[in-house]
């Protein structure tokens, strides 16, 4: 079975300071991991995705997140928050071929001036 | 291109009545996803269909019928709504199971 673990349900950042968020993974096979965002009230978009090309994977709103095998970690960087970043983050896990994704439970960004 | 559509976006049930969520994809995506999202719980795979004509059961599929329609169709059937079915529900789509697109959700309440 598949499955995301991410540390802290809630994060706080000033303004400008660097955003990480964890998600550390558990697949007995290759994983393939997103990010996902969402917004107050609407649905979940797709921020990133790993899917066994290059380990460091860019995404929209200057967004990146790194796959370490070795920590099963795909942990969520951006160098510098805005405001406009507050929202919740999910990470979610799938392997090739599967046909559905597992969640995380979610962490919410909270981006203070 | 609309995306993925909801119908209704809230709704409040007495305990005991049924309802049927709609959505919808105008994307040609042939995999379609129903989920609930609790706080604190993430999204909850309730059931998905692969393809048309097919459907399977998620994470938390008791108390929950599904019909894929078309390939654009899919809903979500309460038979007797419960006070526990309150969430948020979303549907998605995707080609694969790598980028699923999300619909804006409905709310549900029972009462």
């Known amino acids: 079975a598949q499955s995301v673990t991410q540390l802290g349900s809630h994060v706080s950042v000033s303004e400008g300071a660097l955003v990480l968020l964890r998600c550390n993974y558990s697949?007995?096979?290759?994983?393939?991991l997103f990010w996902y965002v969402q917004y107050p009230n609407q649905g979940l978009q797709l921020l990133l995705k790993y899917t066994s090309a290059a380990t460091l994977v860019k995404g929209i709103n200057g967004f990146e997140a790194e796959f370490k095998k070795s920590e099963t970690s795909f942990h969520l960087t951006k160098p510098s928050a805005h405001m406009s970043d507050a929202a919740e983050y999910f990470c979610a896990v799938t392997k090739r071929g599967y046909s559905t994704l597992t969640f995380g439970k979610g962490t919410m960004l909270l981006v203070s001036p | 291109n609309a995306g993925v559509t909801q119908t209704p976006k809230f709704q409040v049930l007495k305990t005991g009545q049924s309802m049927t969520l709609q959505c919808a994809q105008d994307?040609?995506?042939?995999?379609m996803y129903w989920y609930r999202q609790d706080p604190g719980m993430g999204l909850r795979l309730i059931y998905y269909?692969?393809?048309?004509?097919?459907?399977d059961k998620g994470e938390v599929p008791n108390g929950y019928n599904v019909s894929r329609l078309n390939k654009r169709e899919f809903s979500l059937r309460l038979e007797s709504a419960a006070p526990s079915q309150t969430s948020v529900y979303f549907c998605?789509?995707?080609?694969?199971?790598?980028?699923?697109?999300f619909g804006p959700g409905t709310r549900l309440t029972v009462t």
């Open positions: 269909s692969a393809s048309e004509g097919t459907t």
């Open positions: 998605a789509s995707s080609e694969d199971s790598y980028e699923q697109y």
């Open positions: 994307m040609n995506h042939n995999s």
């Open positions: 697949s007995s096979v290759p994983p393939y």
